[in-house]
T-cell receptor, first 110, second 116 residues
Framework: GENVEQHPSTLSVQEGDSAVIKCTYSDSASNYFPWYKQELGKGPQLIIDIRSNVGEKKDQRIAVTLNKTAKHFSLHITETQPEDSAVYFC?????????FGAGTRLTVKP | DGGITQSPKYLFRKEGQNVTLSCEQN?????MYWYRQDPGQGLRLIYYSQIVNDFQKGDIAEGYSVSREKKESFPLTVTSAQKNPTAFYLCASSIKIMRQGVMGYTFGSGTRLTVV
């Protein structure tokens, strides 16, 4: 089955700086890669996703890049704001479900 | 608004009791899932269901049970056999769960279960 690894586990940045979170996956057949944001005490919310037919996707201050050859994808957040502070999860499809990375706790310091 | 509703938000269980967590969706999704989240950890799959009256064990099914009598509902029972049930439980649903086309993977707001 699919195995997803995520780094770093914690990330602290100054407001206005960029943040990058990286994930690797094991199954070369996987072709859909979502990112979720989880705020304290809430369920994860989808923030952006990418399919394998594109290498990059942007939505305002967030972007995701995909390198299928290396089997890794990354989340990029530019001009970070305090409200970006949360736990972020990457994921990839397994046989009958999604497999999630262990999460990255992002702290944006004002 | 379409979405997934989990209830209750907080649940307390005494030793030796079974408790049931509710999950209801009105997204017309075929597949539903239960995950367990421990502090500082990722999401571990407990059970999933691809269709009504069918469900499969995930990675950590021991001590849990589910049913899928209706498309909209996928309740999770935490039994007394689950020795360490204190955790945050998340329900999710999706349109499709094929390897090449998982779509609409949506989470509920979670239930925090505490053993007292």
């Amino acid at each position: 089955g699919e195995n997803v690894e995520q780094h770093p586990s914690t990330l602290s940045v100054q407001e206005g700086d960029s943040a990058v979170i990286k994930c690797t996956y094991s199954d070369s057949a996987s072709n859909y890669f979502p990112w979720y944001k989880q705020e304290l005490g809430k369920g994860p919310q989808l923030i952006i996703d990418i399919r394998s037919n594109v290498g990059e996707k942007k939505d305002q201050r967030i972007a995701v890049t995909l390198n299928k050859t290396a089997k890794h994808f990354s989340l990029h957040i530019t001009e970070t704001q305090p409200e970006d502070s949360a736990v972020y999860f990457c994921a990839a499809p397994n046989n009958n479900d999604m497999r999630f990375g262990a999460g990255t706790r992002l702290t944006v310091k004002p | 608004d379409g979405g997934i509703t989990q209830s209750p938000k907080y649940l307390f269980r005494k030793e030796g009791q079974n408790v049931t967590l509710s999950c209801e969706q009105n997204l017309n999704h075929d597949a539903m899932y239960w995950y367990r989240q421990d502090p500082g950890q990722g999401l571990r799959l407990i059970y999933y269901s691809q269709i009504v009256n069918d469900f499969q064990k995930g990675d950590i099914a021991e001590g849990y049970s589910v049913s899928r009598e209706k498309k909209e509902s996928f309740p999770l029972t935490v039994t007394s056999a689950q020795k360490n049930p204190t955790a945050f439980y998340l329900c999710a649903s999706s349109i499709k769960i094929m390897r090449q086309g998982v779509m609409g993977y949506t989470f509920g707001s979670g239930t925090r279960l505490t053993v007292v």
